[in-house]
Each structure stands twice: as structure tokens, then as C-alpha cells.
Nanobody, 127 residues
């Protein structure tokens, strides 16, 4: 069924911006929720932002609210994470993920519910 492919990571100074992309065009399966997760060194993977593909409802971790925006271009079948006002604590490996089956209610926040993953793209923020 293919996979998700992330891009857009890199190194920026604190206060800078990056836009991550998640190309799902090579994934032929169905999916209901899509999310961005990050994992810092020595830490568990955590939710950054999620979006319900059909209903467009979004959720964000409190630490990124007002700074990050998740979106999706259905024509390109690509998801995005616009990250502004980056902080050193935003560093990590960012991965996009999706839930293969339909999902009733709000998209789950825990990464364990997501069963399609990309390889990740690294974000480094220097102070």
C-alpha cells in the first residue's frame, strides 16, 4: 500500500520557521486521521498535531498551539505542518502517521493508534 514520505526538516535558529510535508500520494490505502509526531533524544514519541481527513478537525499539543498549523491538500494528497517561532525544545525527529481504518469521534492523540508511518524528518533548532 506504500508509505508516507516526509520532507522539509532542517536546522534553523530559534524564532525561525519550517514547513514539513507528508506526501501520501504513494499510499493507496484508506485513512481517517493524519498526524505529526515528534521524538526528541531520549524521549518518547509525542503528538504534535493531528487532523481528521474528512471532517478537517484539528488538535494540537499545548506547547505548539498558536505556533504550528497542520493542514492537508487533498488534490496533492499531502499533509503539512507549518512551524513558526521555533524553540530549541521543538527539536526532534518529526514523523507523519495515519490511521488506516475509519475512526469515529475525534482523532486519537496517542501514537499507538496510528498504523501507517513515514521515516521521519529531523528538525534542529539552535538558540
Amino acid at each position: 500500500q506504500g508509505q508516507l514520505v516526509e520532507s522539509g526538516g532542517g536546522s534553523v535558529q530559534a524564532g525561525g520557521s519550517l514547513r514539513l510535508s507528508c506526501d501520501a500520494s504513494g499510499y493507496t490505502g484508506s485513512r481517517s486521521c493524519m498526524g505529526w509526531f515528534r521524538q526528541a533524544a531520549g524521549m518518547e514519541r509525542e503528538m504534535v498535531a493531528i487532523i481528521h481527513i474528512a471532517r478537517r478537525g484539528t488538535s494540537y499539543d499545548d506547547s505548539v498551539k498558536g505556533r504550528f498549523t497542520i493542514s492537508r491538500d487533498s488534490a496533492k494528497d499531502t499533509g503539512y505542518l507549518q512551524m513558526n517561532s521555533l524553540r530549541p525544545e521543538d527539536e526532534g525527529m518529526y514523523s507523519c502517521a495515519a490511521i488506516r481504518n475509519s475512526w469515529v469521534g475525534g482523532c486519537p492523540l496517542l501514537p499507538a493508534y496510528y498504523d501507517v508511518w513515514g521515516q521521519g524528518t529531523r528538525v534542529t533548532v539552535s538558540s
